[in-house]
């Protein structure tokens, strides 16, 4: 497969003697790069100065229509999301990344028949791995559950985990506590908590259906009470 595009790392003047240079999130932003895009050669992962970033980004933004509720963080992956299968048995739902998760064109029947809400599907661009030798046929639809619900842990708000104000670098509280302030989720069933994209959390609606459906490779696992 074709290498993946990121957005450029930012070197802030504030941050650069911290952390030694630029920094960059696990961020992942599903539009198409046109394949003759000059913006192509910018989107290898190289660090930029912090104005000359946000200059880009606003560029970007507007070549490629980038909606406004779509954050663009540095170093976030860009492009439709790819993989390579290695073998012809694979499961309902697959884990290639923390909080990415990668299913089978009937899971995403299921949740939209069950009316589920927070996530897109975006088709994943696959091909047969080196380790498939003769495989029977073209490989399976896969799509990629790209996350848009929202919500923020109890007593974490942004101001309290932004450590830069000049470039708005963010850190994450530790992610094994996990009790949701109801009162700042958007209600969806998928969703991310504290803008970080590699929890991820669903409601119990989600898991009546996964296990109606009786799908493969997936574990619900309850939040701990409010009062832990």
Known sequence: MKA????????????????????????????????????RQYLT???LPLEQWREFVVTLRSALKIPSWMPVAPGAQIGQPKGELPSE???????PFPGQLIVRARVVEALKEARLTGFQPVRVEVQWGKTVKSPRGEPPALYELLVTGTAW????????????????????PHPDWLVVDESRWDGSDF???DRNPNILLVTERVCRVLTRHRFTNYHCVPLPPKDV
């Open 45 to 47: 992962g190289q660090s």
């Open 191 to 193: 969703f991310h908590v």
């Open 153 to 172: 842990r109890v007593g974490i708000d942004l101001e309290s985990i932004t450590v830069c104000k000049e470039c708005g670098r963010i850190t994450f």
């Open 89 to 95: 048995q694979l499961p309902d739902m697959m884990h």
């Open 4 to 39: 993946a595009l990121y957005i450029p790392g930012v070197i802030c003047p504030v941050c650069m003697g911290e952390t030694g240079g630029g920094w960059a999130s696990s961020n992942r932003i599903r539009v198409k790069v046109p394949k003759k895009s000059t913006l």
